[in-house]
């Protein structure tokens, strides 16, 4: 009995089929490969959970459940890790942004930040922190801007809740997102007029959202060294550090160290990393800071120093700081806190000795950037 009529050997189609698939296979499994590692790469990135909510006609009885939600996750990568810090200590708060965008405020009111690249002038994204007065629902504080019936969404962002809603009603066309903690509540949102692409980053800004980064911060007090007729000691100050930092003290009054007749203080802050923060009264300091918004910049010949972008910090008794990036590296400092004083050789004059002493830093990581920012922010000066 034969069991075959012809051998694939003599068939041309089954040549051809055998021929095509030999060829795919390969390419089949290469594009499965690589759909699996970016499976598993994204699958270490930070989620975002977001789950659509209907609105109820009784908000008190607004709830997310199976039957009337839907959930989708969004996946931030990793590129948030060496986004630098802002922290706002006022509301206990803080989130990363991208390094070539800038965070401020257009008063002196910690409750209204707003988030922009740098260079331009519109504002994307704002930030704003209200007085929740009558501990009213997230749900509740929505209905009272755009009413009941306007759609929203739950979305997490870093374990903290958020409800979103596209507001169109306002001039101001924008996504918003609102949370409540203790008696205030946070709105956070970005416009959908001036451009999209504002969007996912600020997203990733959101998922690096977290409250209470300053707990468990702690407090030094300086006083004042009593005046000489002779000499005019500095300020005195109160300190504010976080933890993970250790501080060491070396004060002394005057006449305490080989008769030496000024009074004497240095004050290390350093982490384990080589991190550090040192206040030197008595010692070091007196050279000109030069900035590239100043005339005298290139040109001025004699003791001062070359610096580059810098962050203005408005202090006490009207006293205005400078922390500013050495213009060229400097392996033993990162940063130099210089102070803007009255001079009839500059226009704008800075020296590298403050009110409270001279400084020495360096910083390595954004954590400690972020951390010098907020320890200068908050320092208090006495008088």
Known sequence: MKIFEHSTAN?????????VLFITFPIIGFIFGMQ?????????????VVTNINPSTDPTQRSVSASSSSTQTINISKETENWPIYVNRTFNYSFKYPTDWEVFKQTNDDSFMSIRPKGRKNIPITLNVQINSGNLSVDKIINNQVGESHSRQKRIFNNIEWVYYHDDISSYESDKYFTAKGSNYYEAGVSTLLNNKDIPIFEKILSTFQFDYSEGWKTYIHNKFADSPDFKTKKGFT????QGWTLKEDRREAGTTNNYPFPFLNLILSKSNGDFIEIGQGVGGGGFCLFPDQIEYSTFKGMATQYRDFKEIMKNNNIIWRLADWSVINNDWSHQLCEKFDSDMFKVGYMDSTAIGSFKIKVT?????AELNEILDKLEIIN
Do not use: D, G, W
């Open 365 to 369: 990581t954004p954590e400690s950037i």
């Open 36 to 48: 699996y590692q970016l499976l598993v790469k994204t699958s270490e990135s930070t989620s975002i």
């Open 11 to 19: 068939n041309p189609i089954l040549k051809i089929v055998f021929a």
């Open 239 to 242: 300190l504010y550090y976080p």
